[in-house]
């Protein structure tokens, strides 16, 4: 019922730049957290940025200066800017969203499938 597609992932050599997105769509009410996680190959996955409905943010500490998590309600969708890029950023990112549906009134956490970004060193 809710789906969130993400695009921009690819491949770019060090010190390079890319801008992800992610759009929401189906029967959405409201949509309060969202935000962009990643996990490379043996690890964990992580928060990389987090934005409320109100514009705060929220960076993990790798990223801090490089990274920019931004986001228009109108088109229910966020951005995630990335500069300065290392191969240390080699991940899949997903992007998350906090969603209240409509007309039935359900609160669902929805997760996109994830889009791969290679760094080159």
């Known amino acids: 019922q809710v789906q969130l597609v993400e695009s921009g992932g690819g491949l770019v050599q060090a010190g390079g730049s890319l801008r992800l997105s992610c759009a929401a769509s189906?029967?959405?009410?409201?949509?309060?957290?969202m935000g962009w996680y990643r996990q490379a190959p043996g690890k964990q996955r992580e928060l990389v940025a987090l934005?409320?409905?109100?514009?705060?943010?929220n960076y993990a500490d790798s990223v801090k200066g490089r990274f920019t998590i931004s986001r228009d309600n109108a088109k229910n969708t966020v951005y995630l800017q990335m500069s300065s890029l290392t191969p240390e950023d080699t991940a899949v990112y997903y992007c998350?969203?906090?969603?209240?549906?409509?007309?039935?009134?359900?609160?669902?956490?929805?997760w996109g499938q994830g889009t791969q970004v290679t760094v080159s060193s």
């Open positions: 189906g029967k959405i009410s409201s949509i309060n957290d």
């Open positions: 934005i409320t409905s109100g514009g705060s943010t």
């Open positions: 998350n969203a906090a969603v209240r549906t409509w007309p039935l009134i359900r609160y669902l956490e929805v």
